[in-house]
């Protein structure tokens, strides 16, 4: 499966953004897909996790209550949606999949996209 991020940007502390995840090659109602970030130096961080049939959701604490992370098999996309931006909410983030169980692991994840940039200024 290849995936491609977008919906990143530059917006105000405050604001809102919602990313997408879109699949291409198979169905993405097959993987549980990851939402990671990172910035320059450091080792991805997990931000949301939603399992293959969509029920089941995970949110790192820093983003709980901001974030909400949803699915649409028809569409074939996975969403973050990003409220209450914060400055350091600043990273490029990447959509994964991996088949199996949900995981909040970076490694586990067998397939990523491109990230996207989101930059939150203060």
């Known amino acids: 499966v290849q995936l491609q991020a977008s919906g990143g940007g530059l917006v105000q502390a405050g604001g809102s953004l919602r990313l997408s995840c879109t699949a291409s090659g198979s169905a993405l109602d097959e993987y549980n897909i990851g939402w990671f970030r990172q910035v320059p130096g450091k080792e991805p961080e997990g931000v949301s996790y939603i399992d293959d049939s969509g029920r089941y959701a995970l949110y790192a604490d820093s983003v ?8 649409d098999s028809v569409k074939n996309t996975v969403w973050l949606q990003m409220n209450s931006l914060k400055p350091e909410d ?3 983030y990447y959509c994964a999949a991996r088949p199996g169980n949900i995981a909040t692991i970076p490694h586990e994840y067998n397939y990523w996209g491109q990230g996207t940039q989101v930059t939150v200024s203060s």
């Open 64 to 71: 709980k209550g901001r974030f909400t992370i949803s699915r």
């Open 90 to 92: 600043t990273a490029v």
